[in-house]
Nanobody
Framework: QLQLVESGGGLVQAGGDLTLSCAAS????????IAWFRQAPGKEREVVSC????????NYEDDFKGRFTISRDNTKNTVSLQVTRLKSADTAVYYC???????????????????????WGQGTRVTVSS
């Protein structure tokens, strides 16, 4: 069965760096797009970044440009999210999710919204201490 498992969360100090990993298993196809979402306490879940199946296209929501980097290693069926200069506001549960198609608009990968994603991991919690 196709599934995703996140790892790498934990307690980190503000200003530090962290790398989250999303491992995909099952019938993973090259065209699958994987996105990272996060949900902070008391907040709605929001998309952070996404990468297409080949890893040739990535996109970031405006709030996550600069400190967040998404990458894909299809030899290991993993997608990573690297975060630098962590802030207290980064405290959240981070999820990876899979969409079974690629959406490009004028050559730009569209991350879309959570209702487009059909497979979700259970999330990994990141807590940033001040």
């Amino acid at each position: 069965q196709l599934q995703l498992v996140e790892s790498g969360g934990g307690l980190v100090q503000a200003g530090g760096d962290l790398t989250l990993s999303c491992a995909a298993s099952g019938d993973v196809r090259e065209f699958y797009t994987i996105a990272w979402f996060r949900q902070a306490p008391g907040k709605e879940r929001e998309v952070v970044s996404c990468v297409n199946g080949e890893g040739s296209h990535t996109n970031y929501e405006d709030d996550f440009k600069g400190r967040f980097t998404i990458s894909r290693d299809n030899t290991k069926n993993t997608v990573s999210l690297q975060v630098t200069r962590l802030k207290s506001a980064d405290t959240a549960v981070y999820y990876c999710a899979l969409r079974g198609l690629q959406r490009l608009l004028l050559g730009e990968l569209q991350c879309g919204t959570e209702d487009e994603y059909v497979v979700w991991g259970q999330g990994t919690r990141v807590t940033v201490s001040s």
